[in-house]
């Protein structure tokens, strides 16, 4: 901090990030991770998935279904 002197503000932020105790199979209640806005877009997209195949059981499949313009 020293090398970008003078600093006119500063600003610190903690928050507390939690994450589910179990996976929801047994419960049936599916909880993500924490989001804030300093989440990366990569990481989030890879708990909203892995929530997906908590509760569907399956990976989510995004390609076109088959006899759509982008197959033929």
Do not use: W
Request: hydrophobic share 35%.
């Amino acid at each position: 901090m020293r090398l970008l002197r003078p600093i006119d503000q500063q600003f610190v932020m903690v928050s507390d990030i939690v994450t589910p105790t179990d996976n929801g199979e047994a419960s049936n209640i599916f909880i993500s991770e924490s989001y804030d806005a300093t989440s990366h877009f990569e990481s989030t997209c890879v708990d909203v998935l892995n929530l997906y195949k908590r509760i569907t059981g399956q990976d989510l499949d995004l390609s076109a279904p088959p006899g759509t313009e982008e197959d033929e």
